[in-house]
């Protein structure tokens, strides 16, 4: 279905509106350090990879949470040819806490493809971006912009929400005909010059100044062409997300110790979630069974191993997706039994101290670290 601008909107008019955004970019832009050149400046040529590396990890994650990540991962993994070098338990190990485990994989996989196939360049090549692993239109457009100036747009929820208001859209631009007309927007209004800079200006309004709620109409550069804000419908556009229906869901962890050393098991390269990482045993209980039969049973049916359950170590509540978790860690003695591969890719035996080496979801880090603390009461080992 073709889509349009509203009425009275003209050249002029996305021109001015290009214009007002880049110059408040230029004045208010965060000091973030993807956004520096080679030199630690800020610049509008920017240093491909830590582009792609820092776009890679914002998705569906915060500003704030991403910076200690981001130099974190370019201190070790400082370009393409040492992200392809690295073994994918050490990049997983680098991303642990971000969640979405699948990006760093996918980081990880392309950054060989670019080794592999093009000498460890980061080409300016739409042709290129878009066969990677993990590349969509949005990374495709936010790097190819950033870092080569190619005039491609880009959708995300801040940009998203500002455009929407912009133009006064009143469908819900997440899905369906709205998902279709954002991108359309979207490519309509950005520059063909200093593209980069100006997709940043619209998720960094969106970030500062045009918030879900209580949007800060009186300090937006935007606001005497807003239609959202001209007709007083801020708090209507976008539409609300549609509430998702929430699980509850109780499981039961076993912390299985032999001696002074732990089980660790490492997931399959094909679970659900956090493939290829490590863990202690775990799986939901039954409504009304008993924690110690059901941490008899879960480690029988993953492991083959024999425990005699313990006391409980701690009590864990996380939430992945639509489900709330429940996790009731326990001790269990080993008494019998041999590792069989199935549930998990392998399992070892660690200290206490070894815990931190391995890569392990945020929930599972909890108990890791706890286990490791000398000072915990009652002592584990």
């Known amino acids: 279905m073709p889509f349009s601008l509203p009425d009275g909107w003209s050249g002029r008019t996305l021109a001015a509106v290009r214009t007002k955004l880049l110059n408040w970019f230029d004045k208010h832009q965060r000091d973030l350090p993807w956004r520096r050149d080679a030199d630690g400046e800020l610049a509008s040529a920017r240093v491909p990879y830590w ?14 949470a991403v910076v200690p990540y981001f130099e974190r991962f370019i201190s070790a993994l400082p370009d393409v040819h040492a992200l392809a070098a690295a073994d994918e338990q050490r990049v997983l190990k680098l991303w642990e806490g971000l969640g979405y485990y699948r990006r760093a994989r996918h980081l990880h996989a392309a950054a060989k493809t670019l080794v592999a196939q093009h000498g460890g360049e980061l080409p300016d090549d739409p042709a290129v971006w878009a066969e990677l692993p993990g590349v969509g239109r949005y990374i495709l457009g936010a790097v190819l912009s950033q870092a080569f100036d190619r005039p491609l747009p880009i959708v995300e929820a801040n940009s998203l929400r500002v455009l929407a208001r912009l133009f006064g859209y009143p469908g819900d631009p997440r899905e369906g005909e709205g998902k279709a007309w954002v991108w359309f927007a979207a490519e309509a209004v950005v520059p063909a010059k200093r593209a980069g800079d100006f997709n940043q200006s619209l998720m960094e309004l969106g970030a500062l100044v045009c918030s879900p709620t209580a949007p800060a109409c009186d300090r937006c550069p935007l606001a005497t062409t807003c239609v959202a804000n001209r007709d007083g419908l801020q708090s209507l556009i976008p539409p609300k997300k549609k509430p998702v229906a929430i699980t509850e869901v109780a ?16 997931r399959r390269a094909d679970a659900g979630r956090w493939q290829n990482m490590w863990e202690v045993p775990h799986a939901p209980r039954a409504e009304g069974e008993d924690v110690n039969a059901a941490a008899v049973r879960i480690v029988k049916a993953l492991t083959d191993f024999d425990i005699e359950p313990g006391a409980e170590v701690m009590t864990i509540k996380h939430g992945v997706t639509r489900y709330a978790i429940t996790l009731v860690c326990v001790e269990g003695t080993l008494a019998g039994g041999a590792f069989v591969p199935g549930a998990y890719a392998g399992a070892k035996w660690v200290t206490p101290d070894e815990l931190a080496e391995y890569p392990v979801s945020a929930p599972q880090r909890k108990l890791m670290t706890a286990l490791a603390d000398p000072n915990r009461q009652p002592r584990l080992f």
């Open 51 to 64: 582009v792609w590396v820092s776009e890679v990890m914002l998705q569906q994650t915060t500003v704030a």
């Open 251 to 266: 499981e039961v962890g076993v912390v299985i110790r032999d001696g002074d050393k732990l089980l660790l098991c490492q």
